[in-house]
Nanobody, 124 residues
Framework: QVQLVESGGGLVQAGGSLRLSCAAS????????MGWFRQAPGKEREFVAS????????YYGDSAKGRFTISRDNAKNTVYLQMNSLKPEDTAVYYC?????????????????WGQGTQVTVSS
């Protein structure tokens, strides 16, 4: 079993930056992939980014490409999402998720554990 706790969300103006963190516990962190998803009110959960077990392979959703960066520190059991050039449409609850495979996935159904989420609000 894995416990995931997100932090770093908040209110930021358009054009600003935030860094989200997700601390994991309960299973060897370096043995599984991680992902970030988000969900805005009235919308489906959307893939943001994923990273493989070593950090060497990353994938991004279209909305994140060029602005967001996913990374991980296996020594700290933590995955990060650096978000730059934020837009009001980035407003959502952001979730981290663990996938008990070596590689990440675009599909939320392929993740095994989820955090409770952190709210990101971008004002115009």
């Amino acid at each position: 079993q894995v416990q995931l706790v997100e932090s770093g969300g908040g209110l930021v103006q358009a054009g600003g930056s935030l860094r989200l963190s997700c601390a994991a516990s309960g299973r060897t962190f370096s043995s599984y992939a991680m992902g970030w998803f988000r969900q805005a009110p009235g919308k489906e959960r959307e893939f943001v980014a994923s990273i493989n077990w070593s950090g060497g392979v990353t994938y991004y959703g279209d909305s994140a490409k060029g602005r967001f960066t996913i990374s991980r520190d296996n020594a700290k059991n933590t995955v990060y999402l650096q978000m730059n050039s934020l837009k009001p449409e980035d407003t959502a609850v952001y979730y981290c998720a663990a996938r008990f495979q070596s590689g990440g996935s675009y599909y939320s159904r392929e993740y095994d554990y989820w955090g409770q989420g952190t709210q990101v609000t971008v004002s115009s």
